[in-house]
């Protein structure tokens, strides 16, 4: 797996302005994300913080103290921003359509599909241009933490910018597109035909095969032809990785995903791979 890490800050940061900057924060699984924008969508600053937990299951108390660490050494985030954007990472979600859905009702959706403990909150995010209401857990401490650090910042669930950016992929394509997010040990999946949302989950793996068999299970459950309905992929991958060589045995049209067009970069980011960073970075079609 490509680790994939990245600290940058362009030249033309201004701590003075920064209040007129966006600031999008990516709580991962392993990883503590951001990225900064200004005004006209010139990209900033990227970066990606891995955290430093004692053990492979941290306690709550362990993720709080590792949250705080982060927000309060990292200086950028100490700035005041015209907007905060907050993503949480986490299996633990479902879709409800506008028309189903009632604000007071989010607990019991999520009950109906998943399993959720006295450590964790639900939350809801409207995806407006599908029509669809995103409901999801978080764990209380992290939230609480973030919620302390940005006040009014908006909060949303890893899944929509996932579905955001497919369907900005897929609109001028014709027939199903599977759109592949690959995280360490978790995979993001969303199957289209245009417009249409088909399949929208998330899949943990341990090993390449895991991998393959949840992939191709997609084909087989929704009747496609792997020579003919492609694989747009994003995440920590990249044609040199083992998961894309597997890919290629099966599937024969694969597609790195292309960097979003809606920023401006400027040299110190041309060597990033910014589709590592496709979900962070696809945020902004969702506010």
């Keep these: 797996m490509v680790a994939g890490t990245v600290d940058?800050?362009?030249?033309?940061?201004d701590?003075?302005?920064s209040i007129e900057y966006t600031l999008s924060i990516l709580i991962g699984m392993d990883s503590f994300f951001y990225f900064i924008e200004d005004s006209e969508s010139n990209a900033l600053a990227l970066k990606q913080i891995r955290y430093a937990f004692p053990s492979p299951t941290p306690t709550q108390q362990e993720k709080e103290l590792e949250l705080q660490r982060i927000l309060m050494t990292e200086k950028l985030l100490q700035l005041p921003y015209a907007q905060v954007y907050i993503c949480y990472s986490s299996t633990n979600f479902t879709l409800v359509p506008d028309e189903l859905f009632y604000k007071?009702?989010?607990?019991?959706?999520?009950?109906?599909?998943?399993?959720?403990?006295d450590t964790q909150t639900v939350g809801s995010f409207q995806i407006n241009k599908l029509n669809l209401n995103l409901v999801y857990s978080v764990d209380?401490?992290?939230q609480d933490v973030v919620k302390s650090y940005f006040p009014g910042s908006k909060h949303l669930h890893i899944v929509?910018?996932?579905?955001?950016?497919?369907?900005?992929?897929?609109?001028s394509r014709v027939g199903e597109?599977?759109?592949?997010?690959?995280?360490?040990?978790?995979?993001?999946?969303?199957?289209?035909d245009g417009a249409d949302l088909k399949l929208v989950n998330t899949y943990p793996y341990q090993t390449e095969m895991d991998f393959m068999y949840h992939t191709l299970m997609i084909y087989e459950q929704f009747g496609l032809n792997p020579k003919e309905v492609p694989v747009l992929i994003s995440g920590r991958t990249s044609k040199k990785t083992s998961i894309y060589d597997q890919l290629s045995k099966y599937i024969n049209k694969l597609e790195i995903i292309k960097p979003p067009s809606y920023y401006q970069y400027s040299s110190v980011f041309e060597n990033v791979d910014f589709h590592f960073y496709q979900d962070l970075l696809s945020m902004k079609l969702c506010v």
Excluded: W
């Design 8 to 13: 940058i800050v362009d030249p033309k940061f």
């Design 140 to 142: 209380k401490v992290v």
């Design 160 to 171: 929509a910018p996932l579905v955001m950016q497919s369907y900005q992929q897929c609109q």
């Design 104 to 117: 007071h009702e989010i607990d019991t959706y999520l009950r109906q599909v998943t399993r959720v403990d």
């Design 177 to 192: 597109v599977v759109c592949l997010h690959i995280g360490n040990g978790i995979m993001g999946a969303v199957l289209l």
């Design 15 to 17: 701590n003075y302005f």
